[in-house]
């Protein structure tokens, strides 16, 4: 006789286990301690086997049935109910390991040591912010592409397309990284090109023509702030790195009687070494700063602290000061104007333009040069460079860039 409500609130537990049975192999396990279990009992490859449906009264009378019915319906289809649930767990469990957040911290992690510090928080941050909260709990194979163009919309929306347009390409990363993985089978990112707007593009901000040039070099010799940020503007121009190597640079780092800075890896762009042949006139600037800073850590220390570098913002701010907007100048535009005065003025080789600029140049088999790559020629560049530039601030020799033909 089939199973009520009223039945089973009535039944007490005893000393035994009983059997509650509604039909079809289903049926109530009431336990000595009170609990109240539905099981069926089916068979299946001539075992009799026995299939857990649920706590009463959490899964009520109703529910129970339709579970069972549900099983029997996998029987008659000759699927053993109690492996597909075996099954459905892995697969659960498995999406949920490979979801698109686990893959994509995954990838960072592993690829986060060739990174500068401050580009990888940038990456990690923007899918924190931008992509986690949507989808990261998706598992990743089943990510199609209006799923990341939704997300890469919202970025758009607040204006930030560059950052939009960043945000795919690490998507396109992440996808890669879980087909070679096994993890995916497709990369849907690839499936969004040309669905962001392009971004127009931007160059930051820098002197290129001589006579400019020779204005500005003036300017930063007649500057009346700090010794430190002085020596700091007189310097950038003569060795173009990067603003944050520059001012990062720490005296174990240079070599004065050698006339080298020797960069580590791990604070370059390429998180490769470097190294920057000291011309001259470099090695005055900092043999006169070492008396000052030479004690401490850092060549260009903090205003208020020896144990910090110089501000990432006081060159610009030094450059304002000097009347220099910021549409004529930025920190990071002294590399433009030595790329471009170089080749254009100097005719001298890309190559070696490029290699001392730290760019990942690659020999014709496709391997990066070390960072002592054409050295001899480099440091003759360097010289040549530092010669240059002192002839432009005493007026002479000042070529005007011509346009190249088309």
């Given at each position: 006789?089939?199973?009520?409500?009223?039945?089973?609130?009535?039944?007490?537990?005893?000393?035994?286990?009983?059997?509650?049975?509604?039909?079809?192999?289903?049926?109530?396990?009431?336990a000595p301690s009170g609990g109240k279990w539905w099981r069926l009992k089916y068979r299946f490859g001539g075992k009799e086997k026995r299939l857990s449906l649920?706590?009463?009264?959490?899964?009520?009378?109703?529910?129970?049935?339709?579970?069972?019915?549900?099983?029997?319906?996998?029987?008659?289809?000759?699927?053993?109910?109690?492996?597909?649930?075996?099954?459905?767990?892995?697969?659960?469990?498995?999406?949920?390991?490979?979801?698109?957040?686990?893959?994509?911290?995954?990838?960072?992690?592993?690829?986060?040591?060739?990174?500068?510090?401050?580009?990888?928080?940038?990456?990690?941050?923007?899918?924190?912010?931008?992509?986690?909260?949507?989808?990261?709990?998706?598992?990743?194979?089943?990510?199609?592409?209006?799923?990341?163009?939704?997300?890469?919309?919202?970025?758009?929306?607040?204006?930030?397309?560059?950052?939009?347009?960043?945000?795919?390409?690490?998507?396109?990363?992440?996808?890669?990284?879980?087909?070679?993985?096994?993890?995916?089978?497709?990369?849907?990112?690839?499936?969004?090109?040309?669905?962001?707007?392009?971004?127009?593009?931007?160059?930051?901000?820098?002197?290129?023509?001589?006579?400019?040039?020779?204005?500005?070099?003036?300017?930063?010799?007649?500057?009346?702030?700090?010794?430190?940020?002085?020596?700091?503007?007189?310097?950038?121009?003569?060795?173009?790195?990067?603003?944050?190597?520059?001012?990062?640079?720490?005296?174990?780092?240079?070599?004065?009687?050698?006339?080298?800075?020797?960069?580590?890896?791990?604070?370059?762009?390429?998180?490769?070494?470097?190294?920057?042949?000291?011309?001259?006139?470099?090695?005055?600037?900092?043999?006169?700063?070492?008396?000052?800073?030479?004690?401490?850590?850092?060549?260009?220390?903090?205003?208020?602290?020896?144990?910090?570098?110089?501000?990432?913002?006081?060159?610009?701010?030094?450059?304002?000061?000097?009347?220099?907007?910021?549409?004529?100048?930025?920190?990071?535009?002294?590399?433009?104007?030595?790329?471009?005065?170089?080749?254009?003025?100097?005719?001298?080789?890309?190559?070696?333009?490029?290699?001392?600029?730290?760019?990942?140049?690659?020999?014709?088999?496709?391997?990066?040069?070390?960072?002592?790559?054409?050295?001899?020629?480099?440091?003759?560049?360097m010289q040549r460079w530092a010669d240059y530039l002192d002839k432009l601030k005493a007026g002479d020799n000042v070529v005007p860039i011509r346009g190249r033909?088309?």
């Open positions: 006789m089939p199973l009520t409500d009223t039945a089973i609130k009535r039944t007490k537990p005893s000393t035994k286990t009983q059997k509650l049975f509604d039909g079809g192999g289903l049926y109530l396990e009431v649920g706590v009463y009264p959490d899964v009520g009378l109703k529910l129970a049935r339709d579970r069972r019915d549900d099983a029997r319906k996998l029987l008659a289809n000759d699927v053993d109910p109690g492996e597909h649930r075996k099954a459905a767990k892995a697969a659960e469990g498995e999406s949920a390991a490979n979801s698109f957040e686990v893959l994509a911290r995954e990838w960072f992690a592993k690829f986060k040591p060739n990174w500068v510090a401050s580009h990888a928080d940038k990456i990690i941050s923007r899918l924190e912010r931008d992509m986690f909260p949507w989808i990261g709990a998706r598992p990743i194979a089943e990510l199609k592409a209006p799923e990341l163009l939704t997300c890469l919309r919202r970025v758009e929306a607040r204006g930030a397309l560059e950052t939009a347009h960043r945000i795919l390409q690490n998507c396109g990363q992440i996808f890669r990284y879980a087909i070679a993985t096994g993890r995916a089978e497709r990369n849907p990112a690839n499936d969004l090109r040309g669905a962001l707007p392009p971004v127009k593009e931007k160059h930051l901000a820098s002197m290129t023509d001589p006579k400019a040039v020779a204005s500005l070099l003036r300017a930063c010799d007649g500057y009346e702030g700090s010794f430190v940020t002085i020596c700091a503007l007189r310097l950038a121009p003569l060795v173009f790195v990067r603003p944050g190597e520059l001012r990062k640079a720490e005296w174990t780092e240079i070599d004065l009687d050698k006339a080298e800075w020797n960069i580590a890896a791990e604070r370059m762009k390429m998180r490769e070494p470097h190294l920057v042949p000291l011309s001259k006139q470099a090695v005055a600037i900092l043999r006169e700063l070492h008396a000052l800073t030479g004690r401490g850590r850092y060549v260009f220390p903090g205003a208020r602290t020896n144990g910090r570098p110089m501000s990432d913002n006081a060159i610009l701010a030094a450059l304002r000061r000097m009347g220099i907007g910021k549409d004529e100048m930025s920190g990071h535009g002294f590399r433009a104007m030595a790329r471009t005065i170089l080749d254009e003025v100097l005719h001298v080789r890309p190559d070696y333009i490029e290699h001392q600029l730290a760019h990942a140049v690659r020999d014709p088999n496709g391997r990066a040069y070390n960072r002592t790559a054409h050295l001899v020629e480099r440091r003759k560049m033909a088309k």
